[in-house]
């Protein structure tokens, strides 16, 4: 479960999945604001022109869409794992990815 892979960890999260997150259609306010404690025990990552330039090498060389493009180039940045449920990402060969099951 992801609860447990991420025990006791410090999360970080790219820019786009704070505005995935709460950008979802049709989520209550009860759920905005779950998810708004949540991103508050988070570390952000704002996008900067290494996450930039490595967004758009992975873009041409994998074929992702631009946000998830710049999700991975952010853990490419911080040299940190991916952790998401999208397999997608198992695309990118030299990504540290961890694929989880919803």
């Known amino acids: ?5 991420l025990d006791q960890r410090e999360i970080y999260l790219s820019a786009i999945t704070e505005m995935e997150l709460l950008g979802y259609p ?3 306010e009860k ?20 996450v930039r330039e490595k967004a758009i090498e992975i873009r041409r060389e994998h074929n992702l869409k631009l946000p998830d493009a710049i ?4 853990a ?15 695309r990118i060969g030299d ?6 099951t919803l």
């Open 26 to 28: 049709g989520i209550t």
């Open 76 to 90: 490419f940045h911080l040299n940190l794992p991916l952790v998401s449920a999208d397999g997608d990402f198992s």
């Open 31 to 50: 759920e905005g604001e779950r998810i708004r404690d949540f991103l508050n025990d988070c570390q952000l990552v704002e996008i900067n022109a290494a």
């Open 95 to 100: 990504l540290n990815f961890v694929h989880y």
């Open 71 to 74: 999700i991975a180039a952010t």
């Open 1 to 5: 479960m992801l609860a447990n892979l």
